[in-house]
C-alpha cells in the first residue's frame, strides 16, 4: 500500500512537468553553435525546483559535489574542449540536474531527459559496456574518464555537466579530428544535434556502418516523444 502510494505521489508529481512555467520554457530549445556556457550558479537560478524524482536512491550521488582536488586531477587528464567549465556544482533531484545540465549547455531540455533514460534509465548505478561506463549517461572509460572514474561514478551533477559539454563541444564544431579518422557517414560540422549525440555513442560522425547510430538515435526520440519519464512503470523502478 505504502509503495503505491508512493508511485501515486511521483506520478503526481511528473503531471507538473507538463507545464513548466515560463521562464523554463524559454530556454528548453537547444541554443544556436558558439553559444554560452552559462556558469553553474546562473544555470542553477533557472532549474524549476519541481521536487520530482523517480530515483531516490540517486539521492546521495545528487547531493555530492566534487572538490578541487578531484576536479584538477580530471582536468589534467581530459582533453575535452570545454573541461575548464565542467565542475558539477549542483544538488537537487536527478530531473532537477538533468534541468541544470541543460539550461548550463543550451541542450534541448527534453533531449537530454530522453538520453537518459536510453542511457542508464536514470539510475545512477548503472554500469555497461562491460564495467567501463558510469551513471546516468554512461561516461565510459578510458574515453572520458580514467583509473576509478570516481568524478562519474559518484556525482550525478558532474556526470550530467559533462555530457551537456562534449554534447555542446561536438554541436559546436569544436571535434574537428572526427574529420581525420575513417568510418565517417558524413563530414562533421556544426550545428548537427543529432550527429552530435550520436558521436558520443559511436565515437564516429554518422557512422561506422558497422555500428548505425540511427537506432540509437530513434530510441532517444521516441522516449522524448513519448516522455518516459512521466509514465508509472519508468517510476516504479526507482521505488523498488
Request: proline share 5%.
Amino acid at each position: 500500500m505504502k509503495r503505491c502510494r508512493l508511485i501515486c505521489l511521483a506520478i503526481a508529481l511528473a503531471g507538473l512537468l507538463a507545464a513548466p512555467g515560463a521562464v523554463q520554457a524559454k530556454y528548453q530549445k537547444t541554443k544556436p553553435v558558439g553559444w554560452g556556457p552559462r556558469t553553474s550558479k546562473a544555470a542553477a537560478k533557472l532549474v524549476n525546483r519541481n521536487h520530482y524524482e523517480p530515483r531516490p536512491m540517486n539521492y546521495r550521488d545528487n547531493h555530492r559535489v566534487p572538490g578541487k582536488k578531484l576536479l584538477r586531477a580530471w582536468r589534467k587528464r581530459s582533453d575535452m574542449p570545454y573541461k575548464q567549465f565542467v565542475d558539477g556544482r549542483f544538488k537537487g533531484t536527478t530531473d532537477e540536474i538533468i534541468q541544470w545540465a541543460s539550461l548550463k549547455w543550451g541542450i534541448d531540455t527534453d533531449t537530454m531527459r530522453a538520453a537518459a533514460v536510453v542511457e542508464s534509465w536514470w539510475d545512477m548505478d548503472v554500469r555497461g559496456d562491460n564495467g567501463d561506463s558510469f551513471g546516468l549517461y554512461q561516461i565510459r572509460r578510458p574515453y572520458h574518464c580514467r583509473g576509478k572514474c570516481k568524478i562519474v561514478r559518484y556525482f550525478t551533477a558532474f556526470n550530467a555537466d559533462y555530457y551537456g559539454a562534449i554534447i555542446r563541444s561536438y554541436y559546436d564544431g569544436t571535434q574537428t579530428w572526427l574529420n581525420t579518422v575513417t568510418g565517417n557517414g558524413k563530414k562533421y560540422r556544426a550545428g548537427d544535434l543529432q550527429g552530435s549525440m550520436g558521436a558520443w555513442y559511436s565515437g564516429r560522425w554518422w557512422g561506422p556502418p558497422d555500428r548505425p547510430v540511427e537506432p540509437y538515435l530513434e530510441a532517444i526520440a521516441q522516449r522524448k516523444a513519448d516522455k518516459t519519464w512521466r509514465h508509472a512503470d519508468f517510476i516504479a523502478y526507482g521505488l523498488g
